[in-house]
């Protein structure tokens, strides 16, 4: 799966004191093991640097499924309401 990110609030990225607005984030998240997942994540900011960051991160199947609620709902255009996913309409903008 690849993630391409092209507009992340400054407040809310870690890289944020280094990065400008024109920060581009391309995530390659892939399965490596059966309980193993690889994530490459190159950072681009031709503003902030002289050549793209890239780094892997490896993650590990925990026994729990519980995650951080809310780590990923920043302008999620597909909104949960009572445990269940819903999808917004089609056109429709992030809520402010």
């Known amino acids: 799966m690849v993630a391409d990110t092209v507009a992340v609030a400054k407040d809310r990225s870690p890289f944020s004191p280094m990065v400008s607005d024109s ?10 093991g059966k309980d193993k997942l690889e ?15 890239t780094v892997t991160l490896s993650y590990a199947r925990q026994e729990s499924d519980w995650i951080i609620n809310g780590d990923c709902t920043q302008n999620d255009r597909n909104p ?11 056109g429709s903008a992030p809520a402010k």
């Open 23 to 32: 920060v581009h984030y391309e995530e390659r998240l892939r399965m490596v």
């Open 39 to 53: 994530d490459r994540l190159t950072i681009s900011d031709a503003a902030a640097f002289t050549h793209q960051w």
């Open 80 to 90: 949960v309401t009572n445990g269940v996913e819903g999808l917004a309409p089609a």
